[in-house]
């Protein structure tokens, strides 16, 4: 007759799950919580591209890779969502720089001149 009390705190009632496909990490990944694989996503050429022009100072560019870039993201499901996001950010402001530069550099030629 087994013991009708119950296992001490802490202990566990129940026994290790199972062994089968359902369970385990595939070879050459690693185990992730709870025995899970990582699943690592791709990050977007164009929202790469579009954070190193932005970030090396080009106004277009930036602006036109980070749109290209964040629409492929929502259909793709790829990551690096951030990066097109920086880029424009970078991309939009280096636009109001140059025209900024642009009005300043004119208005002196301008008002300069006569």
């Known amino acids: ?16 799950p199972p062994a089968g496909p359902a369970y385990g990490t595939p ?3 690693p ?17 790469i591209a579009a954070f190193v022009t ?12 980070g749109h290209l870039g964040l629409a492929q993201i929502r259909r793709t499901g790829d990551g690096g969502g951030w990066m ?11 636009c109001l720089v140059y025209a900024a530069m642009v009005l300043l550099v004119g208005g002196s ?4 001149t006569r």
């Open 31 to 47: 185990a992730g919580p709870y025995g899970q694989p990582y699943v690592t996503r791709r990050t977007n050429p164009m929202a």
């Open 1 to 16: 007759m087994s013991d009708p009390t119950p296992p001490p705190y802490g202990t566990p009632s129940y026994g290790p």
């Open 84 to 94: 097109a996001v920086i880029g424009l950010v970078l991309g939009y402001g280096m």
């Open 109 to 112: 030629l301008w008002w300069g």
């Open 54 to 65: 932005g970030l090396l100072g080009f106004a277009i560019i930036p602006v036109v890779l």
């Open 27 to 29: 070879p050459g990944y």
